[in-house]
């Protein structure tokens, strides 16, 4: 069943939105069962809209369009799929009762212009947005009664209320549409390069007739996707899991996750399921590994302390790090590493500690410790263990981004 997405925006064609949009619902469609054929972007101009229905209309099955649905003159999209109908605009007085009482429960008045979001072309079915101002809608865009039916979902651009009314609204509307003779398998990866991951998964299609391996390179990971498609539902998910066996064979440690959780998120967990807890003692990263952790749901179980200790002198009162230790080895070395990650345990009583020091750049750097250099320390009832990078990223982000990741493979690993 083809399914394609429509976008519309004027910030989204000058550059100055990315379409992330369009992307969450491609996954989302394709879980459900759907060919998503086309993303089509198109800007606030009502000509280029009715081109884009007319030409998707008679193209897919399913539409789902983002953007347009606002308050201001630029929104467009209501009008536009009214005079593509041929038909007269109306006013729901139920959207328009409820957008004034999201006004009221905020203590405010609603304005004369949000009035226009309750109106919708004639014979559309309203989706109601408990989240937002801006009710979606549908239609079926083959004008003509002879022509395929294309039914069309017009839901408002803000991401939020996007997410809700396709999952509480689209969904539910077009499940008895979707053929179900496909299945997905993600896994998410990090420690390799796109090219090096392809080259280990070579001949898997060939191997598995019906399978195809999507790659989505989200820095500093890699994603694979195996997507079987065969006669029914349970073929597929049969086949998907025959080739994803494969997969994960050939790509091993590398693999941090089957389906779509986060590396700070399998941390978390996996320290929670041992009853382990973590330190962490951060220089060049700022911060960032604390954040990836703590902004996951039940990070408190297994997170007891974050220190940025990004001056020498920090590291010495924070951490108790001998000035001895960074006078003879600098503070970019696998002494003060070990040093800062035994500090950190023994402050805050982790079983695991981390920590990072290194050069993000851009300068700083040095022939001996070029910028790039990173040395990672992970203490445990273990012992104390180093570990030393050079990262050739180009930016000062890319090498705190993935020093951070590395930080918390090391954990990862040393967890499991």
């Not at 398998?185 to 191997?207: D, M, N, Q």
């Not at 954040?291 to 039940?298: A, F, N, P």
């Amino acid at each position: 069943m083809k399914s394609a997405i429509l976008s519309i925006g004027t910030e989204l064609t000058r550059g100055e939105l990315v379409n992330g949009n369009a992307a969450w619902l491609s996954e989302r469609l394709t879980q459900a069962g759907f060919t998503v054929t086309e993303h089509l972007v198109v800007d606030d101009d009502e000509a280029r809209i009715i081109d884009a229905l007319a030409r998707l209309g008679a193209s897919v099955s399913v539409v789902v369009c983002t953007g347009g649905l606002g308050p201001t003159t630029d929104d467009l999209t209501t009008e536009t799929v009214a005079r593509y109908l041929g038909v007269p605009m109306r006013r729901d007085a139920a959207s328009l009762a409820a957008i004034e009482a999201r006004f009221a429960r905020f203590g405010r008045v609603m304005s004369p212009s949000n009035a226009k979001q309750a109106d919708f072309p004639e014979a559309a079915t309203v989706l109601p947005n408990p989240v937002g101002t801006a009710p979606g809608f549908s239609v079926n865009l083959a004008k003509a009664s002879a022509s395929p039916e294309c039914r069309a979902f017009f839901l408002p651009g803000v991401p939020r209320e996007m997410q809700h009314l396709f999952q509480e609204e689209v969904l539910p509307r077009i499940a008895d549409l979707a053929t179900h003779t496909s299945h997905q398998i993600r896994f998410r990866t990090f420690g390799l390069p796109e090219s090096v991951v392809g080259e280990k998964l070579a001949g898997v299609e060939a191997a598995f007739p019906g399978v195809i391996l999507g790659y989505r390179a989200h820095f500093p990971e890699i994603e694979v996707k195996v997507l079987a498609t065969a006669t029914d539902a349970e073929a597929a998910a049969t086949l998907a899991e025959q080739a994803a066996a494969v997969v994960a064979e050939r790509l091993g440690d590398v693999i941090y996750t089957r389906g779509t959780s986060s590396i700070g998120r399998v941390v978390v967990d996996a320290l929670t399921a041992r009853k382990k807890t973590l330190a962490l003692a951060e220089s060049c990263t700022g911060g960032l590994v604390s954040s990836l952790i703590t902004r996951e749901h039940g990070a408190s179980a297994a997170f007891l302390f974050g220190a940025v200790t990004y001056a020498n002198e920090a590291k010495q009162a924070v951490l108790g790090v001998p000035a001895a230790t960074i006078t003879a080895h600098g503070a970019v070395s696998p002494e003060t590493a070990a040093a800062m990650a035994e500090g950190a345990r023994k402050v805050s009583g982790a079983d695991y500690a981390v920590a990072i020091t290194g050069v993000a750049g851009p300068d700083g750097g040095s022939d001996e410790k070029p910028v790039g250099t990173v040395h990672f320390a992970i203490a445990s009832a273990e012992g104390t263990r180093t570990e030393h990078r050079l990262f050739r990223w180009p930016n000062r982000d890319m090498i705190q981004t993935i020093a951070a990741y590395t930080a918390l493979d090391f954990v990862r690993r040393a967890v499991r």
